[in-house]
């Protein structure tokens, strides 16, 4: 069983993250910060994952904490559920449409925490949330899941539609990365 459960404590957030990979996409996510709730059971429901989160943060302060910090625990959870990624497919693509919106990702469990980005210069907020904080939860997760991650918005107007494509476009690509496809480690190095 490929699951995992990792929190994480500041002064500034407390997160708590279980996930299972082989999961039916079931949910239960509790964040000060709506717009990040709503993402993250969109990521949960078509990853398929079945996803635990149980955020606190300085949210008087900014949302940026809690944003960042889930991205950080969530990248941290994955990672740990993966174990010795053997037999995983360890790449994964797609490109998801949402009405005007379309964005592509594409991720590598490659061992190498890198991120690479771009929103077409995309700001503003959706409700009280700001769009950019977008790229600072892909960052942490992809820092700490020691995978590199692209995230490309192909076109878009609607914050709301470009995020939510975003969010579905890493689920679908986090899912095709993690399928187990063999037992060997995907690496001609011999090390991930």
């Not at 990248?75 to 790449?91: E, H, M, N, P």
């Not at 991120?115 to 077409?120: K, N, P, T, V, W």
């Not at 790229?135 to 991650?149: D, H, I, P, R």
Request: proline share 2%.
């Amino acid at each position: 069983m490929r699951k995992a459960r990792v929190t994480r404590e500041t002064k500034e957030t407390r997160i708590e993250v279980s996930i299972d990979l082989d999961g039916e996409g079931n949910y239960k996510v509790e964040t000060p910060v709506g717009f990040l709730t709503h993402m993250l059971e969109s990521f949960a429901r078509h990853g398929r994952f079945d996803l635990e989160v149980k955020a606190e943060g300085d949210v008087h302060v900014s949302y940026h904490h809690t944003v960042e910090d889930c991205g950080i625990v969530l990248g941290q959870a994955v990672l740990k559920a993966l174990g010795d990624k053997r037999g995983i497919r360890r790449f994964g693509d797609s490109v998801v449409p949402m009405d005007e919106a379309l964005v592509m990702s594409a991720i590598d469990f490659s061992g190498r925490g890198l991120f690479f980005y771009e929103d077409m210069g995309l700001r503003g907020k959706i409700t009280d949330f700001d769009f950019e904080l977008i790229w600072e939860f892909f960052k942490g997760f992809a820092l700490e899941s020691k995978s590199t991650l692209h995230v490309r918005v192909l076109d878009g107007k609607i914050l709301h539609h470009v995020a939510e494509a975003a969010f579905k476009s890493f689920a679908l690509t986090l899912r095709e990365a993690v399928q187990l496809v063999g037992g060997d480690l995907p690496s001609t190095k011999g090390a991930l």
